[in-house]
């Protein structure tokens, strides 16, 4: 009876859409070199970088960023980046730790969003994962100023921290999208 009524979901799962695993997606070269164009579409990794780890987007800075994606469907797909617990803080290399990571998932390029939540600013880099190479930078500050933690230090209460990031994505959005179809133009 369990292996049919897994044989049934396994089916009624493979029927809903069609996948989209890292296994479908064409390894990574390693190369020495960052290209001047961009292969796209491409697949994005998206990271999200607050107080040197990465951190989960709240309810309505994903919306924010699922709109994005919906309106760039030329340029890819965008999906957010796994990182494990053991990578989660490395403090000689961070950005080769989320390029190999990225690499591993056979993203094409990552964009990575540094938030500081304590200036209201945003540092955008994205990364060709195949030479772990910039290929575009674009730096933000948010229009209302920066928040800190009660005694001055990191804002330690998830809910405050996703309404000072917030803030920043408002801000941020729009110069990603302008970077984004500035790629278009820099395609092959």
Aim: charged share 20%; with cysteine; aromatic share 8%.
């Amino acid at each position: 009876m369990k292996p049919m009524l897994f044989a049934c979901c396994a089916a009624l799962l493979s029927a809903c859409a069609a996948p989209s695993f890292v296994g479908d997606a064409a390894p990574i070269t390693i190369t020495t070199e960052t290209p001047e164009h961009f292969d796209l579409p491409a697949r994005f990794a998206v990271a999200r970088v607050v107080y040197g780890s990465t951190h989960a987007a709240g309810a309505e800075e994903t919306s924010l960023w699922t709109d994005l994606a919906d309106r760039a469907t030329e340029i890819g797909s965008f999906t957010p980046l796994v990182i494990g617990e053991s990578n989660r803080r490395h403090w000689s290399k961070p950005n080769l730790v989320l390029v190999e990571n990225a690499r591993a998932q056979r993203y094409d390029y990552l964009i990575k969003v540094q938030m500081y939540p304590s200036e209201g600013s945003a540092e955008v880099t994205l990364f060709h994962t195949g030479s772990a190479g910039v290929m575009a930078t674009v730096q933000v500050a948010s229009p209302s100023r920066g928040q800190r933690g009660f005694w001055g230090g990191r804002i330690k209460n998830p809910a405050r921290l996703d309404r000072a990031t917030l803030k920043i994505a408002k801000s941020t959005i729009p110069k990603v999208e302008y970077m984004l179809n500035g790629a278009l133009l820099r395609q092959r």
